[in-house]
């Protein structure tokens, strides 16, 4: 971080007088402007840049700042409407980075595969007593709650819980569904 210097030379060109107050106060408060300064951005450069832009503002602004013992407020709230008026400005924020941020992609499953135990189910599903498989296809093929397929098939809810928890006790059993397990 630099202060800005002026020479008899590019006093001429410059607008603004050299104020020595203002460069003692850089060099005094520049360390602890620039922890806040650090503090409003993501890396090190983003913050001197930020700091340099505040103190540029102070530095125009340094004849009308009746109370220079405020300060540090004055130059925060510059640093703090500097940085709000580059994220407004700024659609995305861009750093770099070691690792892409692109998730790896899972591999879903193999239709194919998928294909198989959908065959091998309905196979296994087809080997049930009628009444097994009936209450079988309602609950979980339709979808239907207990009480629905007692409804649908005129028996009470206990007959429908018993005879679709044997039914999966034989699913569980059948040699072809042995890879799913």
């Given at each position: 971080?630099?202060t ?5 030379a ?26 806040t ?18 103190l ?61 135990l ?29 009480a ?22 034989k ?11």
């Open positions: 971080m630099t800005p210097v002026c020479t008899t590019s006093r001429a060109a410059t607008p603004y007088p050299a104020y020595a107050s203002f460069s003692s106060y850089v060099r005094a408060r520049g360390p602890v402007l620039l922890r300064a650090r503090s409003l951005t993501a890396n090190a450069s983003d913050a001197e840049d930020l700091l340099q832009t505040a540029t503002k102070t530095y125009v602004a340094w004849d009308r700042i009746e109370d220079h013992r405020a300060l540090d407020g004055y130059v925060r709230r510059a640093l703090l409407n500097t940085r709000t008026s580059q994220w407004r400005k700024r659609k995305v924020d861009e750093f770099a980075c070691e690792e892409l941020p692109e998730p790896e992609t899972v591999p879903g499953p193999d239709p194919a595969d998928q294909q198989v959908h065959d091998a189910m309905w196979r296994a599903v087809m080997k049930l007593p009628d009444r097994q498989r009936a209450m079988v296809v309602l609950r979980y093929y339709e979808d239907l709650s207990e629905q397929t007692a409804e649908v098939l005129g028996v009470s809810v206990g007959t429908v819980k018993s005879a679709v928890s044997r039914a999966l006790g699913l569980r059993e059948d040699p072809e569904l042995e890879p799913i397990r």
